[in-house]
């Protein structure tokens, strides 16, 4: 194996955040995905439809995180001017999101700015 | 839920960092820690007795690694003043614990000069 030692040999990194409360995992890039898209499109149908989803699977995502914590994460109502109602990420949801975003932004910053992972 | 929201909820970020080759899982924490412990202890046997593995284990991991990368890790030897041999971690060996803690390094800096995870 000697000699191959001397070819460049370049790897990739690559990582996952999450948050845990207790030593149980709460909310990963997974649950980050959800909510974000469900804040962007405003109802959990279309946020889950974005991201390939079905509505059942979303929704229990973002149900079993409120159920860990006993919070709610998203609200939904009924009615508005289209008549269909739609959902609404919370305040708390809001910052669940903003925390994991920051950190997750920080961690790619290290990655970009780290040296080329070359043996 | 409502009354609950106001509560103060503090959630404690953790991760896993890894290498990848061409989509390939190649480098993580386990490996990590089996390297840094047979460079420390100087032999696989001990290396492995210190992370509560077997040997078959932690040489198991570090000859997946070889393999895929068709580089040499860790060179064992015979005799020695001691008779017993050793194990030494290689040069590309080192450079990869080198990358991995320098990245999670970086990682827990983050970590620790992050806000509080406080909903």
Redesign the interface.
């Known amino acids: 194996?000697?000699a191959?030692?001397k070819r460049n040999?370049?790897?990739?990194?690559?990582?996952?955040?999450?948050?845990?409360?207790d030593g149980e995992y709460?909310?990963g890039p997974g649950a980050y995905a959800i909510l974000k898209s469900v804040h962007e499109e405003g109802t959990i149908t279309e946020g889950a439809k974005k991201l390939g989803m079905s509505y059942r699977y979303a929704w229990g995502v973002i149900k079993k995180i409120?159920r860990k914590?006993?919070?709610?994460l998203v609200e939904t109502f009924k009615g508005g001017t289209e008549g269909g109602g739609g959902a609404r990420v919370?305040e708390?949801g809001l910052?669940?999101m903003e925390?994991y975003y920051?950190?997750n932004n920080?961690?790619n910053d290290?990655?970009e700015s780290?040296?080329k992972?070359t043996?």
């Open positions: 194996m000697g191959k030692e040999l370049t790897l990739v990194p690559d990582y996952k955040l999450w948050f845990e409360r709460i909310f409120e914590l006993s919070i709610t919370t708390s910052k669940l925390l920051s950190i920080a961690f290290v990655l780290s040296d992972l043996l």
